[in-house]
């Protein structure tokens, strides 16, 4: 489970969806389709069009993987920031009902406007 205590950054990269579908189809319920797929080293990170369901493989085979799920609707804040000039890292922040905060940074071609209307829309 994400550590909601221990503000560990999370950088991810935009990946297919090709490179965790097998791990994340057996998850989707009936209808829920991938919107964006962001990976690290070996965790990644999915949005789906009903939640976020981020993956932390563990050991060192990473035989052992733990999901969570977070449906947008527990998101009560969320923030977006885009990358600029010398910064090239977009963030995301959100703060999740009864949870705690979560912060994401993102590298590379990542539309966090996207993700942040995503989110919006499934929040609001």
């Not at 919107?35 to 993956?55: C, L, Q």
């Not at 959100?94 to 590379?108: A, R, V």
Request: charged fraction near 25%; glycine fraction near 8%.
């Amino acid at each position: 489970m994400i550590d909601f205590q221990n503000n560990d950054v999370i950088k991810l990269r935009k990946v297919s969806e090709d490179s965790v579908e097998k791990y994340i189809s057996p998850l989707l319920v009936d209808g829920e389709s991938i919107i964006g797929t962001y990976k690290a080293i070996r965790d990644f990170v999915v949005f789906t069009d009903k939640r976020m369901i981020t993956a932390n493989i563990q050991g060192v085979t990473g035989k052992k993987k733990d999901f969570t799920t977070i449906p947008y609707s527990k998101i009560q804040v969320f923030s977006v920031e885009t990358s600029g000039h010398f910064d090239i890292e977009s963030e995301l922040e959100l703060w999740i009902s009864g949870l705690g905060k979560i912060h994401l940074e993102f590298t590379g071609a990542s539309d966090i406007l996207a993700i942040g209307k995503m989110i919006g829309k499934c929040c609001l």
